[in-house]
Structures are given as C-alpha cells and as structure tokens.
C-alpha cells in the first residue's frame, strides 16, 4: 500500500519514494486534487484508490509541477480528471512522448530492464488535457489552489500554494537533503533562484518538496544561498576563461551540506557553465 502522510487537514503527501518523485493530494472538501503521478502506472493506481478510500471522494483534478518522467508516467490512472499544467510543461512532455518515451522506446527499455515489465505494463502517455500560461486558479467550491510557472529547475516548472493551510508543493523546484537534479537542458539557475525567492515570499509553513521529506522555508533558503555562490564561482570561471574540465568539483565549488552525487554535480557543473556561457556570448 502507497503510504502517505498527513501534513495539515487537507493535505496529504508521499515521500517514501514508492512512486519516485513525491505526490501529493488535496482534499478540496467535494473532490480530490492529486498533484505529480509518480513514474509507475501500477503505482498511481494505488496511490489513487488509498486518496479516495481515505477521504471517501473522487479525484477530478491532477496538478502537474513539471515534465520529468518521475512525476507524470502516472498520468494514464488520471485520464478521467482534468490534468492541469503550464503550457511550456504540456510541450514539453508532447516532445518526450513522440522522442524519448515513443512506443517502441518503452518497449526498449523495458526489454533492458526486466524489473519495469509489470510496473509500466501498458504505459503510455497521456497529456495535460488543461493548460495555463503564468498562472491557474483552482476553485472547488470554498478552497482554492494557486498554481503559477516560475521556471528553474525546468521550463515550465510551477508549483501549487494552498494559501489556506499555508502550504506550497513546490516538486523538483526543491530536493530536500538531497542533491538536486540540474542537468536538464531547459534548467536555469539564475531562474531557479529567481524561483525559490518567489516561494519564499509566501512564507508558507509546510513546504512539499519532489524529492526528500517534507520541509520548510529554511530549506528553501539553504538552496537559494548554495544555488547562488554556486552560479557566482561557475561565472568567475566563465569570465576568467578558466577551461571546464579544469573545474575540480571538490575545491572549486560551494560546499553542499548533505551527500553530493557525484554525477549530478557533474551534470550541473557543465549545464550551468555553458548556460552562463551561453547568455554572456550574447
Ligand atoms: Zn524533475
């Protein structure tokens, strides 16, 4: 069984890593509104049926934060719901589904991982059928969610604030205890930092994280504060033609207060140099 916690009355996440990257649910009073649907069909099925016996509604909406396949490849379990996400999101995860998750990728890639066969039996795609620029405002009856794009960790990346119970999800936007994924191609973290500071300013109570336990503002403020001198030295580099692979991830960066995956910082060392590269060549 798909365990989840609960965080505040109507807001319940998992975390345990079942379902990859961390889902959630609000319970709107009249339905339920699932936000990510983790990387496995089979599980978001349960994780589904273990909302709706916990609170005795049905789920109309599913919320996605981002395109990365650990929070949508749940998404064939939410077909009957309106699937909510950015515009940028929606493209992006159209892309993914005609290159990188294709029919005969899937069957590819469970054919060179056995273990997949029964978790994505049957997997396929299936797309936001809601989307939004900016921002989206959910109204179910009495409660209302904001969901608004700010970019950073990918484009399109939005996260979803119940201001009533001062919560914000805001997934991959923040990796709690963990080090975070900064390779993917549409990042930017001059914009991830822009990002955090937005979520700051809600001064929420509880903030839900895509990876990692629940957490709060302080988190989000040791990212901010390692995201920027991260972004500083990697521009001191840029500007002083110092050569990429000349960058020795365990002297010349910031120190990061939990384990660094090495090839993470790896990804994110060369994704951010050549984006700051990229926008000072302009
Ligand atoms: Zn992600």
Not at 183 to 202: R, V
Request: hydrophobic fraction near 35%; aromatic fraction near 10%; proline fraction near 4%.
């Amino acid at each position: 069984m798909v365990e989840f916690i609960k965080i505040t009355p109507s807001v319940y996440a998992h975390v345990m890593g079942e379902t990859r990257g961390n889902v959630a649910f609000i319970n709107l009073r009249t339905s339920i509104a699932f936000i990510d649907s983790g990387i496995y069909p089979t599980v978001a099925k349960e994780a589904r049926k273990v909302a709706e016996e916990t609170t005795g509604l049905k789920t109309k909406y599913l919320i996605i934060t981002h395109y990365h396949s650990d929070h949508i490849l749940g998404n064939q379990v939410f077909e009957d719901c309106k699937i909510i996400s950015s515009k940028d999101t929606y493209n992006l995860i159209k892309k993914d589904a005609e290159e990188r998750f294709s029919e005969d990728n899937i069957k590819k890639y469970i054919k060179e991982n056995p273990e997949l066969r029964d978790k994505w039996k049957g997997l396929r795609i299936v797309l936001p059928n809601e989307t939004f620029e900016e921002k989206y405002i959910l109204k179910e009856g009495e409660k209302t969610l904001e969901i608004v794009q700010v970019g950073g960790h990918t484009k399109g990346s939005s996260y979803v604030y119940f201001k009533e119970e001062e919560v914000v999800i805001v997934s991959d936007l923040l990796f709690s205890e963990t080090f975070p994924y900064a390779g993917d191609e549409t990042s930017d973290i001059q914009q991830w930092i822009k990002a955090l500071q937005i979520i700051k300013k809600l001064q929420p109570n509880i903030v839900v994280p895509g990876h990692g336990p629940i957490t709060s503002v302080k988190e989000i403020d040791t990212y901010i504060h390692y995201f920027e001198e991260f972004a500083e030295k990697i521009e001191k580099y840029v500007k002083e033609d110092k050569p990429l692979e000349d960058i020795n991830i365990e002297k010349d960066l910031p120190s990061f207060p939990y384990h660094v995956d090495e090839t993470r910082i790896k990804m994110m060392v060369e994704h951010v140099y050549h984006t700051i590269k990229g926008k000072m060549d302009k």
